[in-house]
């Protein structure tokens, strides 16, 4: 399968440890501004449910499109420790291309611990510090997708903007991370510049656009994110849906009724699904129902990747989103 990858996904990957803490021994106090999970200081806390996963955004994505049959390897830098090893593990377990993963002696992985309370989560996320290897060969797929890496970051973006240079052809989607968001503009600019199709959230655009993020200004919002380069702007929006905009029409889809378990791994579920139907020849219109089922099956279970739809389930979901008469159209 080597060289023949329609896509290679580019970033992080972690363990995560998903916890649910029992009702009783919870406390979230609410008030306007502020919602706090409280736990006795001292006590044995009894968890209900304990769920090990791979996470981080290139593994997400690389499960997501391999599910949905799109053939797909995966860049990461790892250490040589155990939580490596379950990494590799699972994704290969997948069918992920595994030819491009990077090990570094005498480091460690990336891990997190994600507490579940009431559909949402707090996550303690420890990032291994690190330097990321670029790896020597690597084919030319069709696409890319670029995510979120640890805080040294920048000399393997500007690798991979080289590769691209080297590499015309090649399409790119990008997901930025945290530390992509905060960074200087100028460190971003060469990867905007080549980009196909962004995915971002709301708050993430109005960060790396300076434009207003209030309701009512999606257009001005897509407008500016597209004017930094990408061919295609998508922002999703939790509950209010997501938007796109190719440059010529602006398009909106609400979310499937669906109640959430948890929300981890909705952003990537949503991005994977979108991406596979862009790949795969879709209309852009499709494109969102596939990112919508596909983000609405996630937050049914626990974790970003057990419920990733394979594309035997796609025909059904979207079955269910026309049923549901989801809003989905230009606006």
Not at 125 to 150: C, K, N, Q
Not at 181 to 196: G, N, Q, S, Y
Not at 236 to 262: E, H, I, M, R
Not at 298 to 325: C, H
Request: net charge negative.
């Amino acid at each position: 399968m080597e060289g023949n990858y329609e896509l290679i996904s580019i970033g992080d990957a972690s363990m995560d440890a998903f916890m649910t803490p029992t009702e009783s021994e919870t406390l979230c106090q609410i008030d306007t501004k502020e919602c706090f999970i409280a736990f006795s200081y001292g006590d044995k806390i009894p968890v209900k449910d304990l769920v090990f996963s791979t996470g981080g955004n290139a593994a997400n994505n690389a499960v997501g499109t391999k599910r949905l049959g799109v053939n797909c390897a995966i860049v990461l830098t790892l250490g040589d420790d155990s939580i490596g090893n379950l990494i590799i593990e699972k994704l290969k377990s997948e069918g992920v291309g595994m030819d491009y993963v990077v090990r570094q002696p005498g480091t460690s992985s990336n891990y997190s611990t994600i507490v579940n309370y009431s559909g949402e989560r707090t996550i303690f996320v420890y990032h291994a510090p690190r330097t990321y290897d670029f790896p020597r060969e690597i084919p030319a797929p069709v696409w890319v997708y670029l995510t979120s890496m640890g805080e040294s970051f920048l000399p393997f973006y500007q690798k991979v903007v080289e590769w691209l240079e080297a590499n015309p052809n090649i399409r790119l989607a990008f997901n930025p991370g945290s530390y992509q968001i905060r960074a200087e503009r100028e460190d971003l600019t060469p990867v905007l510049k080549k980009t196909d199709v962004i995915f971002v959230n709301r708050q993430e655009a109005g960060k790396l656009t300076q434009a207003d993020t209030e309701s009512g200004k999606e257009k001005e919002l897509l407008t500016a994110l597209s004017g930094l380069g990408p061919k295609i702007a998508v922002i999703t929006d939790g509950g209010n849906g997501s938007y796109l905009y190719d440059g010529s029409k602006f398009l909106k889809s609400g979310v499937l009724p669906v109640d959430a378990f948890q929300r981890t791994g909705a952003g990537d579920a949503f991005g994977s699904g979108c991406l596979s139907a862009i790949i795969k020849g879709k209309p852009l219109e499709e494109a969102l129902i596939w990112g919508t089922v596909n983000s609405a099956s996630v937050i049914g279970y626990q974790g970003p990747q057990k419920g990733l739809l394979k594309a035997d389930q796609i025909e059904e979901w979207k079955e269910r989103f026309i049923s549901s008469k989801v809003e989905l159209g230009e606006f």
